[in-house]
């Protein structure tokens, strides 16, 4: 089976946005960008001629996974039913996600926060299976905006 690629949609800013990705996860590289074709090319829209020129996706590594980021316009944002999760060795690398990546404080929970794209991200210990096994392990999580391992 081939792989599955995750294609995020971004208003204008798939540029910017792929760049701090890439800043934010080690071992991550744009792979290729594609853009928009010259206006003069025959059956475009009005829109599409205004972007002659400009990125219109990129396809990206993060961490060894692949993604494509498609410049489109405000049509359609991220929500939290769609969340990538990052499993974290310590704790030490989960307040690296949280100090990079947390954008909106008010939508963190559990180890949920969200980036300045709107993106949301789950930030959790490897072992967090484990970790939901202790005593009041769920009531505790529920609690933590960003996952606090030694209050399991």
């Known amino acids: ?14 540029k910017e946005a792929v760049e701090f990705y890439i800043s934010v996860f080690p071992n991550s590289k744009v792979i290729s960008t594609v853009y928009y074709p010259n206006s003069t090319e025959e059956g475009l829209a009005d829109f599409q001629r205004n972007l002659a020129g400009k990125v219109l996706a990129i396809d990206f590594e993060l961490s060894g996974n692949h993604f494509t980021a498609i410049n489109a316009g405000p049509e359609f944002k991220f929500n939290e039913s769609v969340s990538f999760s990052i499993p974290c060795e310590n704790q030490e690398e989960i307040d690296y996600y949280y100090e990079k990546l947390s954008a909106v404080p008010e939508s963190e929970i559990c180890g949920w926060l969200k980036d300045k794209y709107g993106l949301s ?3 959790v210990p490897k072992n967090m299976e484990e970790l939901m096994k202790r005593p009041n392990a769920f009531a505790k999580m529920m609690k933590m905006k960003k996952i606090i391992i030694e209050d399991f």
Not at 1 to 14: E, Q, R, V, Y
């Open 1 to 14: 089976m081939k792989n599955i690629t995750p294609n995020l949609w971004f208003d204008g800013n798939a």
């Open 121 to 123: 991200w789950q930030v």
